[in-house]
C-alpha cells in the first residue's frame, strides 16, 4: 500500500459517503489531503475557501516497515483523518462535534468491512486495526480551525504484508 493508495482510497469513501458529498466533477469539494501538515496556511485557506462542510481531511501517513521477529514483513501505515464542519456558539459546536462524530465513526465501520472483504486497496491485502495498544489510537475533538471550524480527529493503523527481494539488476555489484 501506497500513500497515493491510501489517498485514492479516501478519496473514494469520500465520494460515497452521503454525508461527506465530495463530488469533484460538480466542483463540490469536500475532502483535502493534507500532505504538508506543517502547512497550516494551505489547510485554512483549503477550509475557508475551497472546502463545502461537512468535510473529511485526511493527514499524510506516518510509514514504519516491520519484520515482526520473523520472515513475514510488513508496512504499517499510521493515519489520522479529520471530519469537520463550521460551527459558532456553545450548542451549535457541541451539535457539530457530534455530526462529526458520528460520521467519522461511519468511516471507521466502513473501513473495517472493506478490510474484511479484502476491498479496502485492490490487489493489495491491507488489514486495518483500531484497538491495538500499539496503534496509538485515538479519538480526539477538534477545533476551532481556521475560522468556526469544529469535529473530530480519528487515528488508525493499516498493515501490509510485502515481500523482501532483491533483484540484481538494481545492484552493480550483483549484475
Excluded at 469533484?24 to 477550509?47: G, R, T, V
Excluded at 516491520?66 to 513475514?72: A, F, I, L, R
Excluded at 473530530?152 to 550483483?174: A, E, K, Y
Aim: some cysteine; overall charge negative; proline content about 5%.
Amino acid at each position: 500500500m501506497t500513500e497515493a493508495d491510501l489517498k485514492q482510497y479516501f478519496d473514494k469513501l469520500a465520494t460515497q459517503s452521503v454525508d461527506i458529498k465530495h463530488d469533484p466533477a460538480a466542483k463540490k469539494k469536500s475532502f483535502f489531503y493534507i500532505d504538508n501538515p506543517f502547512d497550516l496556511q494551505a489547510i485554512e485557506n483549503a477550509l475557508r475557501n475551497t472546502i463545502q462542510v461537512p468535510a473529511l481531511l485526511l493527514d499524510v501517513p506516518e510509514i514504519k516497515p516491520d519484520s515482526n521477529g520473523s520472515t513475514n514483513y510488513t508496512v504499517s501505515m499510521d493515519c489520522t483523518f479529520s471530519i469537520v464542519t463550521k460551527a459558532k456558539g456553545t450548542d451549535a459546536i457541541e451539535a457539530a462535534r457530534t455530526q462529526c462524530y458520528q460520521i467519522g465513526m461511519k468511516f471507521l465501520s466502513t473501513m473495517h468491512a472493506d478490510s474484511r472483504k479484502g476491498t479496502m486497496i485492490p490487489g493489495k491485502r491491507a488489514y486495518f486495526r483500531i484497538n491495538e495498544d500499539q496503534c496509538n489510537v485515538g479519538l480526539s475533538p477538534i477545533g476551532p480551525m481556521a475560522i468556526d471550524f469544529y469535529g473530530w480527529l480519528f487515528s488508525f493503523r493499516i498493515v501490509c504484508p510485502f515481500s523482501i527481494t532483491v533483484n540484481s539488476g538494481d545492484w552493480q555489484d550483483l549484475s
